[in-house]
């Protein structure tokens, strides 16, 4: 199975990664974005059960206070679809992820013994007067390094 | 087994230069063409194993073959061509200087992973700053994060091991205002890079646990596809513990990060030029977690005395770590037992991979268990991978076959010196003419000055580093009364207190930059760089004949003549300055080739010297700040205007060519820092800034508002070197060697006392009003600025 733990803000708590994207976007030149959301995602593979997704997501990967959780399952990653106006950006397989490393470790220490594969990536859904090629060359010239990283849109 | 066999023995010159390009090995046809020179006489071709391990000892990184390199230099002056040769230039200058000197205080120079100087009886302070500006311009966040990891590691290696006391950073970037259109295809935006720099050496430096407290940031379009990215760490390191003693039998121990294939060809990769297509393998990703965890560590191993050698992995990675270990004795290691991210990596691909986070010990056979102990209850990855052996040879072996043989004599002193030419033509540069400025037009020129993106405040950066942790950091980077009301730190003032326990002694870091002066003359720009990294220090109470200094060049293609010759010229600059000062260079680096090609036209970057001091205060007690303290106490000017506007940030704004490069009198320099520093010692000063970028008046507004205090000036009380100087000249002229002081009038006296024969004077007071209020009579002028309006303009550019 592949789980895809979605961590956001919640209602009424700051964004401080969304704000900042809205000035970055516009500090790049590129205008008309009102708002953005930002969301970290947290793809875990293996053979665990949606019970320990959410301890995972709950006790591990949110602040209970601040953040709110989504997990989204799947068989496979093609049932995946992306949602409208927003961009994902996840690393490219090889590089190096240091943030995914410290959860498959944490994911162990929880005492979920399954074996797992977990890759870190951040989720923009944006919102304002956007277009394909906006959030394509927002995505190229702001979001993501594509030297390192993959985007996905839509 | 993936080893290929390479040929070289029969290959034209041709064929040789193909080899080198496609394999990024960046190294010339005379080089190649003694790498072949070498497998001819040993009769068989090298493995891809051999080959890669010469590429990276003999890059430019590693080995900085051009400072190092034949050099001949022809200056054209006054109409006469002079040609001097140079065997090694950083011999003959920079390292020349601090031989000559001869200090006694010095104890590890150019030799170790970082400059060593005296603390106290007991102690030493390390010093290092290095570059990592092509990584951080493919991938800005990973690229200044592991350009600071890297620093610390290098702390870390510089003898058995220095604990990290605090962390610097210098940026140069481009415009962060730049037209999207205008950014080259393939390339980010300068603001995208600046910001994600910063982030870099914020989350490495903040998790490191190591506060980030001196730095600063130069603006220029030159920088926009080529950023320069200067990182820096301090750390104190036990006298004894200065040596490093690797023995034949000793034990290769690499603790740390695990091997992956990040950054093949970092080492090699410095020397060749940015284009669109930089190869993508030369990223590195930086884990300050596991930093961390090893520098804690292995300061444990290093107190029981586990290892009796260290150094980190950095450009080049465990062959370069390896190799520089072993280079007196010779060292067999075995490849397949390094520790790896993932499998399928080529054993080459282990053995010069830059992954981050990794350091190699020497460990006595005796040992072994102990340290292994040690790291494993710490939950720090660390394995042996070979052994140290008396044979003078590198030996590599993978799952049981020999991989890699050669001599570590060839390895390491067989690259060949080509002789570069170099070239420098004196330029006629004259003063600007007469700059006539109205009253209403000054008053807003002050405050375009103090926007100006190189003069304007940088708390929106500094204030995301952590410059508290570890609770040492007496002077700050910003200075004021609050939040609201600061001002810019001349210099850096840490005091070791939880190492050394009942010290009252300090370390003071600063620096001086100014690549604008470079555009017109490097020498004035070196020259100008060592007395702002001075002034800057002895502002908060160091004492100038106690300084160290380091060097940082970034420079562009030094295979141009002319560039080489700019180089040249700041060489012999500081050679000069360092000699006149009589204080050492310790440790430098240098970065060459910073060059991109935009569209098939090559743009080289405006050559940038980065000047680093550190210095032992000894008496924490008599450090000041620079804002303004009391009402009624008197304001000095110390040294001379003259009519230097030439590279400075008036003629920017004012957009005006022409001018001098401030120019400088060591002697007079040398005698009013020493002079100062008595002052402030005697506790006869009560605050001190200053003037560079921006000149007297923006030192001036600038200690106003950090003090929440207004000032009355006298302008015509300045003393100046040519009597038809208009205000707007002497205001924002950036002349070097002076200083703003503020005085208590019960002071004064004895102040004056200390000052004779030098040229200073008095020109006004601290008010209580809140303003700058500045008269000339002379030139009718009468200004009045609210001191709100004033840090407003300086604090408005910079709002990320």
Same mark, same amino acid.
């Given at each position: 199975?592949?789980?895809?733990?979605e !961590?956001k803000s919640?209602?009424?708590?700051?964004d401080?990664?969304? !704000?900042h994207?809205?000035?970055?976007?516009?500090?790049i030149?590129?205008k008309?974005?009102?708002?953005?959301d930002?969301?970290?995602?947290?793809?875990?593979?293996?053979n665990i059960?949606v019970?320990?997704?959410?301890?995972?997501?709950?006790e591990?990967?949110?602040?209970?206070?601040?953040?709110?959780?989504?997990?989204k399952e799947?068989?496979?990653?093609?049932q995946?679809?992306i949602?409208?106006?927003?961009?994902e950006?996840?690393?490219k397989s090889?590089?190096?992820d240091?943030v995914?490393?410290s959860?498959?470790?944490?994911?162990k220490?929880?005492?979920i013994?399954?074996?797992v594969?977990?890759?870190?990536?951040?989720?923009?859904?944006l919102?304002?007067?956007?277009n394909?090629k906006?959030?394509d060359?927002?995505?190229?010239?702001?979001?993501?390094?594509?030297? !390192?990283?993959?985007y996905?849109i839509? | 087994m993936n080893?290929?066999i390479i040929?070289?023995?029969?290959?034209?010159d041709?064929?040789?230069m193909?080899?080198?390009?496609a *394999?990024?090995?960046?190294?010339?046809?005379?080089?190649?063409?003694?790498?072949?020179k070498?497998?001819?006489?040993i009769?068989? $071709?090298?493995?891809?194993?051999?080959?890669?391990?010469i590429?990276q000892t003999?890059s430019?990184?590693?080995?900085?073959?051009?400072l190092?390199?034949?050099?001949?230099y022809?200056?054209?002056?006054?109409?006469?061509?002079?040609?001097?040769?140079?065997?090694?230039?950083l011999k003959?200058?920079?390292f020349?200087?601090t031989?000559e +000197? *001869?200090?006694?205080?010095?104890?590890?120079?150019?030799?170790d992973?970082?400059?060593?100087?005296?603390?106290?009886?007991?102690?030493?302070?390390?010093?290092k700053v290095?570059?990592?500006?092509h990584?951080?311009a493919?991938?800005?966040?990973?690229?200044?994060?592991?350009g600071i %990891?890297?620093v610390?590691?290098d702390?870390l290696?510089?003898?058995l091991g220095?604990?990290?006391?605090?962390?610097?950073?210098?940026?140069c970037?481009?415009?962060p205002?730049?037209k999207?259109?205008e950014?080259p295809?393939?390339?980010?935006?300068?603001?995208?890079?600046a910001?994600?720099?910063?982030?870099?050496?914020?989350?490495?430096? =903040?998790?490191?646990?190591i506060?980030?407290v001196?730095? @600063?940031v130069?603006f220029?379009?030159?920088?926009m596809?080529n950023?320069?990215?200067?990182?820096?760490t301090?750390?104190?390191i036990?006298k *004894?513990?200065?040596d490093?003693e &690797?023995?034949?039998g000793?034990?290769?121990?690499v603790?740390?990060?695990?091997?992956?294939r990040?950054?093949i060809h970092?080492?090699?990769?410095s020397s /060749?030029?940015?284009d669109?297509e930089?190869? &993508?393998?030369a990223?590195?990703?930086g884990?300050?977690?596991?930093?961390?965890k090893?520098?804690?560590?292995?300061l444990k191993?290093r107190?029981?005395?586990?290892?009796? %050698?260290?150094?980190d992995c950095?450009a080049?990675?465990?062959?370069?770590?390896?190799g520089?270990?072993?280079?007196?004795?010779?060292?067999i290691?075995?490849l397949?037992?390094?520790?790896?991210?993932?499998?399928?990596?080529? #054993?080459?691909?282990i053995?010069?991979?830059?992954?981050?986070?990794?350091?190699v010990?020497?460990?006595?056979?005796?040992?072994?268990?102990?340290?292994?102990?040690?790291?494993?209850?710490? =939950?720090?990855?660390?394995t042996f991978?070979?052994k140290?052996?008396?044979?003078?040879k590198?030996? +590599?072996t993978?799952?049981g076959?020999q991989?890699a043989c050669?001599?570590m004599?060839f390895l390491?002193? @067989?690259?060949?010196k080509?002789?570069r030419q170099?070239?420098?033509?004196?330029?006629?540069?004259?003063?600007?003419?007469?700059l006539?400025?109205?009253?209403a037009? +000054?008053s807003?020129?002050i405050?375009?000055v103090l926007?100006?993106i190189?003069?304007?405040?940088?708390?929106?950066i500094?204030?995301?580093y952590?410059?508290? /942790?570890?609770?040492q950091?007496?002077i700050k #980077?910003l200075?004021?009364?609050s939040?609201?009301?600061?001002?810019?730190?001349?210099?850096?003032v840490i005091?070791?207190?939880t190492i050394?326990k009942n010290t009252?002694?300090?370390?003071?870091l600063?620096n001086?930059?100014? #690549?604008?002066?470079?555009?017109?003359d490097?020498?004035?720009?070196a020259?100008s760089?060592?007395?702002?990294a001075?002034?800057n220090?002895?502002c908060?109470?160091?004492?100038?004949?106690?300084?160290?200094l380091?060097? $940082?060049?970034?420079w562009g293609?030094p295979n141009?003549p002319?560039? +080489?010759?700019s180089?040249?010229?700041?060489?012999q600059a500081?050679?000069?300055?360092s000699?006149?000062?009589?204080?050492p260079f310790?440790?430098?680096?240098?970065?060459?080739?910073?060059?991109?090609t935009?569209?098939?036209?090559?743009?080289?970057?405006?050559?940038a010297?980065l000047?680093?001091a550190? @210095? /032992?205060?000894?008496? /924490?007690?008599?450090?000041?700040?620079?804002?303004l303290?009391?009402? @009624?106490?008197?304001?000095?000017i110390?040294?001379?205007?003259?009519n230097?506007?030439?590279?400075s940030i008036?003629s920017?704004?004012?957009n005006?060519k022409g001018g001098?490069?401030?120019?400088?009198?060591?002697?007079?320099?040398?005698?009013?820092?020493k002079?100062?520093?008595t002052a402030?010692?005697?506790?006869?000063?009560?605050?001190?800034?200053?003037?560079?970028?921006?000149?007297?008046?923006?030192?001036?507004?600038e200690?106003a508002?950090?003090g929440?205090?207004?000032?009355n000036?006298?302008?015509?009380?300045?003393?100046?070197d040519?009597?038809?100087?208009?205000?707007a000249?002497?205001l924002f002229?950036?002349?070097n060697?002076?200083f703003?002081v503020e005085v208590?009038p019960? $002071?004064?006296?004895?102040?004056e006392?200390?000052l004779k024969?030098?040229?200073?004077?008095k020109i006004?007071?601290?008010?209580?009003d809140?303003?700058l209020?500045?008269i000339s009579?002379?030139s009718?002028?009468?200004?009045?600025?609210?001191?709100? *309006?004033?840090?407003?303009?300086?604090q408005?550019t910079?709002?990320?």
């Amino acid at each position: 199975m592949v789980f895809e733990i979605e !961590i956001k803000s919640k209602k009424g708590f700051l964004d401080p990664h969304g !704000i900042h994207t809205v000035s970055d976007i516009e500090g790049i030149g590129i205008k008309g974005v009102k708002s953005v959301d930002y969301i970290a995602v947290y793809r875990v593979s293996g053979n665990i059960t949606v019970k320990q997704a959410k301890i995972i997501a709950s006790e591990l990967l949110s602040d209970k206070i601040t953040e709110d959780f989504y997990i989204k399952e799947y068989e496979t990653l093609e049932q995946k679809r992306i949602e409208n106006n927003s961009i994902e950006v996840w690393f490219k397989s090889g590089v190096t992820d240091t943030v995914s490393e410290s959860v498959v470790k944490a994911i162990k220490d929880l005492g979920i013994e399954e074996d797992v594969v977990v890759k870190t990536g951040k989720k923009y859904c944006l919102k304002g007067e956007l277009n394909s090629k906006k959030l394509d060359k927002i995505a190229t010239g702001l979001l993501a390094n594509t030297l !390192i990283q993959e985007y996905l849109i839509k | 087994m993936n080893v290929n066999i390479i040929e070289i023995i029969n290959l034209s010159d041709k064929q040789l230069m193909e080899l080198s390009k496609a *394999n990024v090995l960046s190294l010339s046809l005379v080089e190649m063409k003694e790498v072949q020179k070498y497998f001819k006489n040993i009769k068989r $071709n090298p493995t891809d194993v051999e080959l890669e391990t010469i590429a990276q000892t003999w890059s430019e990184h590693c080995k900085h073959k051009t400072l190092t390199g034949n050099i001949e230099y022809c200056e054209h002056k006054n109409g006469k061509k002079t040609v001097k040769k140079y065997k090694n230039l950083l011999k003959e200058t920079i390292f020349r200087a601090t031989v000559e +000197l *001869n200090k006694k205080w010095c104890i590890s120079v150019f030799k170790d992973n970082a400059g060593v100087i005296d603390f106290d009886k007991t102690n030493g302070v390390a010093f290092k700053v290095e570059t990592h500006n092509h990584p951080s311009a493919l991938e800005p966040y990973g690229g200044s994060a592991t350009g600071i %990891g890297g620093v610390i590691r290098d702390i870390l290696g510089v003898g058995l091991g220095a604990k990290p006391l605090a962390n610097t950073d210098v940026f140069c970037f481009g415009l962060p205002d730049t037209k999207s259109s205008e950014v080259p295809e393939g390339m980010h935006h300068p603001k995208r890079i600046a910001k994600g720099v910063v982030s870099g050496v914020r989350d490495y430096g =903040n998790r490191m646990g190591i506060p980030t407290v001196n730095g @600063g940031v130069f603006f220029d379009k030159g920088y926009m596809a080529n950023p320069l990215v200067y990182c820096g760490t301090m750390g104190i390191i036990p006298k *004894n513990k200065t040596d490093k003693e &690797v023995k034949s039998g000793d034990l290769v121990l690499v603790v740390g990060g695990r091997t992956g294939r990040d950054g093949i060809h970092g080492a090699t990769f410095s020397s /060749v030029e940015l284009d669109k297509e930089s190869d &993508v393998s030369a990223v590195q990703i930086g884990n300050p977690i596991v930093e961390k965890k090893v520098l804690d560590t292995m300061l444990k191993a290093r107190d029981l005395k586990l290892y009796r %050698g260290v150094t980190d992995c950095g450009a080049g990675g465990l062959s370069s770590a390896v190799g520089e270990l072993g280079e007196k004795t010779g060292v067999i290691v075995e490849l397949d037992r390094v520790p790896l991210k993932y499998k399928g990596l080529k #054993p080459w691909e282990i053995w010069i991979s830059e992954a981050q986070e990794r350091m190699v010990f020497a460990v006595p056979a005796k040992n072994k268990k102990k340290i292994l102990d040690l790291f494993k209850k710490e =939950n720090v990855e660390a394995t042996f991978i070979g052994k140290f052996t008396n044979d003078q040879k590198l030996t +590599l072996t993978y799952e049981g076959k020999q991989v890699a043989c050669m001599e570590m004599a060839f390895l390491h002193d @067989g690259v060949p010196k080509p002789t570069r030419q170099a070239m420098w033509k004196e330029q006629n540069i004259k003063k600007q003419s007469s700059l006539k400025v109205s009253n209403a037009t +000054l008053s807003s020129d002050i405050k375009n000055v103090l926007s100006d993106i190189n003069v304007c405040s940088r708390d929106c950066i500094i204030r995301q580093y952590d410059h508290e /942790v570890q609770g040492q950091t007496v002077i700050k #980077p910003l200075q004021g009364n609050s939040i609201t009301n600061s001002g810019p730190s001349d210099a850096a003032v840490i005091w070791p207190y939880t190492i050394v326990k009942n010290t009252k002694k300090a370390i003071v870091l600063s620096n001086g930059i100014n #690549p604008e002066y470079g555009k017109i003359d490097t020498y004035k720009m070196a020259a100008s760089a060592i007395e702002e990294a001075m002034r800057n220090a002895v502002c908060v109470g160091a004492d100038p004949e106690k300084l160290s200094l380091l060097d $940082n060049f970034c420079w562009g293609n030094p295979n141009k003549p002319e560039i +080489l010759g700019s180089l040249v010229r700041a060489s012999q600059a500081c050679y000069d300055l360092s000699k006149g000062f009589s204080i050492p260079f310790i440790s430098g680096k240098d970065s060459l080739y910073n060059e991109y090609t935009i569209a098939g036209k090559t743009y080289s970057i405006p050559p940038a010297l980065l000047i680093s001091a550190m @210095g /032992v205060i000894e008496d /924490v007690n008599h450090t000041i700040t620079m804002n303004l303290k009391d009402v @009624g106490n008197d304001i000095y000017i110390l040294g001379i205007t003259k009519n230097e506007l030439g590279g400075s940030i008036y003629s920017k704004v004012k957009n005006f060519k022409g001018g001098l490069v401030p120019s400088l009198d060591i002697k007079v320099s040398k005698d009013l820092m020493k002079k100062i520093n008595t002052a402030i010692t005697k506790g006869l000063i009560e605050s001190c800034h200053d003037c560079s970028e921006g000149g007297l008046i923006t030192s001036i507004s600038e200690m106003a508002f950090a003090g929440e205090k207004g000032i009355n000036i006298d302008a015509d009380l300045i003393k100046t070197d040519d009597k038809k100087m208009t205000l707007a000249e002497i205001l924002f002229s950036e002349s070097n060697t002076r200083f703003i002081v503020e005085v208590k009038p019960e $002071n004064v006296s004895g102040f004056e006392q200390i000052l004779k024969g030098h040229i200073f004077s008095k020109i006004g007071q601290v008010s209580n009003d809140k303003n700058l209020t500045l008269i000339s009579k002379k030139s009718k002028v009468l200004i009045k600025e609210n001191i709100t *309006n004033l840090q407003k303009a300086w604090q408005k550019t910079l709002q990320w």
